[in-house]
């Protein structure tokens, strides 16, 4: 048996505690990159919910311009089965 077999309990416990140091130090670095990708996905999706209400609104004032009494567009226009006349 080699010198590096018969370690002390010291050095058993240095190597430890270096191995936990460097493995720490991963993953304080993948929990920047995963707050990073929270961040600009929080961002992203603020983005699109601000999007999504300024359609909305753009939609109700074109809804609002339409005439009271106005009948109702046709649903053969938009109808995927035809009727047969």
Do not use: Y
């Amino acid at each position: 048996m080699g010198a590096m077999d018969q370690a002390s309990p010291i050095d058993q416990i240095a190597e430890r505690v270096e191995r936990l140091l460097v493995r720490h130090e991963e993953l304080r670095r993948t929990n920047a990159l995963l707050a990073e990708q929270v961040k600009s996905l929080t961002q992203e999706r603020d983005s699109l919910k601000s999007r999504l209400a300024a359609a909305r609104a753009r939609v109700d004032a074109l809804l609002d311009r339409l005439p009271q009494g106005a009948a109702p567009i046709p649903a053969a226009s938009t109808d995927m089965h035809p009727t047969s006349s």
